[in-house]
């Protein structure tokens, strides 16, 4: 609407300019000219007023960094754990893609899992959201911007600091986050693709799954 009327003003601008190169008296036309002189600012280069419209520029900027927080999300295997599974295909097990990112599923029940022998150590369900292993058994967050169950109330810093100090819900003193979360390999990213993560994570379709609290190894690890 705005660059509707600017490109408007722009366009009328030089023919006012002939008009008055017209005109008789000198000193009207000296007159008009220095006001449409003065009109420039907002008239003059359209591509350039378009760009520096903060809202414009808002928008492009937060689609720049949604684009880039998927990207980061993909290649950071996010959707490995955090994304339920609808079965095995080919290329192993398949994204339900009606509940992206939306952590284990609080309606799947998982029985007791089974007793590591050998060198096996590390158990995981066919959705690869809930796993076991010395540390106990954890189910993977729900990182979609459900509000209650999801990541809706974070603010990007306490995202930040989760990620980068491996502390349930960013707080200092709060517990720790449980395996197999890498939060450590992610805690190397730049302040700015944390925030892309964090973007995209609010950009994406909120799903209320009430994910279980992990289950601490009594024994420990
Ligand atoms: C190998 C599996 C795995 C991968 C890969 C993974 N996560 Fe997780 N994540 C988990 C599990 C399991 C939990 C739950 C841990 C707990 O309850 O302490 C978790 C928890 C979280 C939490 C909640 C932390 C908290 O404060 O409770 C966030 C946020 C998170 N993951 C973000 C991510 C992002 C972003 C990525 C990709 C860049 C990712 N995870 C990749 C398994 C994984």
Redesign the pocket.
Known sequence: MKQRQLIRVAWFAPLLAVTIGDCDKKADAEKAQASVMAAPASAVPVAATAASDPAATRDAEDRDRIARGKY??TV???H???TPKTGMGPRGPELDKSRLLSGHRADEKVARAPKSEGSWMVSATSS?TA?SGPWGT????N?TPDADTG?GKWTVDQ?KQ??RTG????GPGS?????????FN?AEMTDADLEA?FAY?RSIPPVSNAVP??VPNVKGP
């Open positions: 980061l999300v950071g295997g996010c490995d754990c955090h690869l796993w954890s189910y993977a967050a990182l990541l995202f989760a990620l502390k349930h819900l960013g517990r720790e986050i449980f395996p197999p979360m890498p939060w992610y993560v994570l609290s992990p």
